[in-house]
């Protein structure tokens, strides 16, 4: 069974950084994308950003400049590098197989002063 943990969540002040990160294992990590998603009570989960195994990415115009998703195939790692950190990021962060319905637990980041 395919098993994704999500670390490095947390509080940070507005301008902060943060990185995720995703490890996965039971599975061919590097022949899949992966894909990091957020969620706050009572709204639908949104992408924020995804990377395929060719490396191409992409990103929610909300991220753009601010956001890194990164992968380490060596570690079966995906990583999201968040910088420029504004309140409006505050949400659980969850890691995706892209396009399947396999999940992380996620993780709470939380920007405020």
């Known amino acids: 069974q395919v098993q994704l943990v999500e670390s490095g969540g947390g509080l940070v002040q507005p301008g902060g950084s943060l990185r995720l990160s995703c490890a996965a294992s039971r599975i061919s990590f590097s022949m899949i994308g992966m894909g990091w998603y957020r969620q706050v009570p009572g709204k639908q989960r949104e992408l924020v950003a995804y990377?395929?195994?060719?490396?191409?990415?992409n990103y929610a115009d909300s991220v753009k400049g601010r956001f890194t998703i990164s992968r380490d195939n060596a570690k079966n790692t995906v990583y999201l590098q968040m910088n420029s950190l504004k309140p409006d990021d505050t949400a659980v962060y969850y890691c995706?197989?892209?396009?399947?319905?396999?999940w992380g637990q996620g993780t709470q980041v939380t920007v405020s002063s």
């Open positions: 990377i395929m195994r060719s490396y191409s990415t």
């Open positions: 995706n197989v892209y396009g399947t319905s396999i």
